[in-house]
C-alpha cells in the first residue's frame, strides 16, 4: 500500500511542543501512532489528523488546475501586443475575439464589491488604457458581464466571477512585467 507523504508545517514551534506536552500529560500511557499524529495536528490548529489530510489535499488539488483550465497561450500572447510595458491597453484590440480577453485585465484593477459612479469608473478605466475612450471600454465591459450598472447609469460595480483560463494567465503577464 502506498503511503501520501503530508508535508507538516508550523509558524510556532513554540506553540506546538506546549500543546504537546499539555496533551501527553492528559494521557497516561504513551501514545500510539494514529493518537500521535491526532496531537501533532491539533498542537498545529487542526481538529485532527483527518482535518489535516483533508486541507492538504484539497490545497494540492486547487494548486493543480484542472484540464478545462488550460489557456490558449497563442491568445494571450496576440494580447499581450496590445499592451505597454506598464500594462496599459495601447489601442482597441482590432479583433473580436480579443476584446473581452484585453478587458480583464482592466476588470481586475477595479475595486470588488464597490459602489461607483460612471466617472470614477471612467477615471479608472482611464489610468488603464491609452486610447482615450473609457465610455466603450465601460458599455462593453457591461456587455460582456464583467460589470453591472443601473438603467440610470449611476451605480457601476465589479461582477465577481472567475476569468477565464486565457484571462488570467493575461493578467499573471501583465503582473510579472510590473
Known sequence: MTRTAYPFEVADISALAKALVRQLSESAEPPGHLTMLNMLARGAGWRNYQHFRASQSAEASLATPAESDAADFTQVERA??????????????????QVALCLWPLWAKLPAEISMTE?????????????????QVRRTMVGEKMLTRKPDCTDYRRVEQRPPPEALALIRALSARA
Open 80 to 97: 499581450l501586443r496590445q499592451f505597454d510595458p506598464a500594462g496599459r491597453l495601447i489601442r482597441w484590440p482590432s479583433r473580436t475575439s
Open 119 to 135: 466617472r470614477e469608473v471612467s477615471e479608472r478605466l482611464n489610468a488603464w488604457h491609452l486610447f482615450g475612450d473609457a465610455a
